[in-house]
C-alpha cells in the first residue's frame, strides 16, 4: 500500500490538487473533514475543546462556532497550541481509521490532505509527499481575496503555519500554483505518473493483497510442515 502525502498552505490550492486526485478516482483521506467531525457536538474531541476553551466557543445550537474558534488561535500562539494538543491525538486516529477501511477495501494507493502534514510528524508515515507551493505574496494575495479580510488578519493566519518553502525543502515533490490552473493540471498530470508507478515491495507486502499472499504462505508451510511430519512419522 502507497500512502501519498497531501500537503501545502492556507490558499495554497491544495484542496483543488485533492480534487484533481479524487476526479482520478484516486482514495482521498480528508484531515479536514476528520477534524470536523471530531468536533461535532458530543464526541469526545468537543468535549475536550468546550473544556479547554469554555462555553464562549459554542452556537446556540451547541456546535462549535469554527470561525470564533479560529480568531482566538490565529491571534494567540499559546492557545494555538492548546487546541492541536487536545485534538491531535483524535484526528490521528480518525486519519488512520479512514486509511484502514480504504486498506481493507483493496485499494493500493490512498491519498492522505494534511495541511500541517509536517507539523503534526505525519510525514513519517507518507511517501511520496506531493506539496502544493506558491510565493508569499501570491498566498497572501489569495488568502485575502479569499476571505475578503484585512491583510493582517491574513498574515496572521499564514504565520500559524510551518513556511511554504520550509515545507518545500521537506517534500518529495512539489506542485508550483502560482500560475494558471491550466499550469497546475499540466504539473498534476507529471505528478500522477509518479505515484501510479509499481509498488515496491515494501509497499506491496503492506497491502492487502500483500498480506493475503503473506498469510497464505504461512499456511502453505504449515501444512506442507504436517504433511511431512506425517510421512516421517509412518515410516
Known amino acids: 500500500m502507497r500512502i501519498v502525502g497531501l500537503t501545502g498552505g492556507i490558499a495554497s490550492g491544495k484542496s483543488t490538487v485533492s480534487n484533481l486526485f479524487k476526479a482520478h478516482d484516486f482514495p482521498v483521506v480528508d484531515a479536514d473533514l476528520v477534524a470536523r467531525d471530531v468536533l461535532k457536538k458530543g464526541n469526545t474531541g468537543w468535549k475536550k475543546v468546550v473544556s479547554a476553551f469554555g462555553d464562549d466557543i459554542l452556537q446556540p445550537d451547541g456546535e462549535v462556532d469554527r470561525p470564533k474558534l479560529g480568531q482566538i488561535i490565529f491571534s494567540n500562539p499559546e492557545k494555538r497550541k492548546l487546541l ?42 507518507t511517501k511520496p509527499i506531493v506539496l502544493v507551493w506558491v510565493d508569499s505574496e501570491t498566498q497572501l494575495q489569495r488568502l485575502m481575496l479569499r476571505d475578503s479580510t484585512s491583510e493582517d488578519d491574513a ?61 497464505l504462505s504461512i499456511v502453505v508451510g504449515v501444512l506442507m510442515y504436517f504433511q511431512s511430519s506425517l510421512y516421517t512419522s509412518s515410516l
Open 84 to 125: 492541536n494538543r487536545v485534538l491531535a491525538p483524535y484526528i490521528w486516529f480518525g486519519i488512520v481509521w479512514e486509511v484502514l477501511k480504504l486498506w481493507m477495501e483493496g485499494f493500493k494507493i490512498i491519498v492522505v490532505d494534511v495541511p500541517l502534514l509536517f507539523e503534526a510528524k505525519m510525514d513519517k508515515w
Open 155 to 215: 498574515q496572521n493566519k499564514i504565520n500559524a503555519q510551518m513556511s511554504l518553502d520550509l515545507k518545500k525543502t521537506k517534500a518529495d515533490l512539489v506542485i508550483d500554483n502560482t500560475g494558471s490552473l491550466k499550469d497546475l493540471r499540466e504539473q498534476f498530470r507529471s505528478i500522477l505518473v509518479i505515484v501510479t508507478k509499481p509498488l515496491t515491495w515494501t509497499e506491496f507486502g503492506f497491502s492487502r493483497r500483500g498480506v493475503a499472499l503473506f498469510l
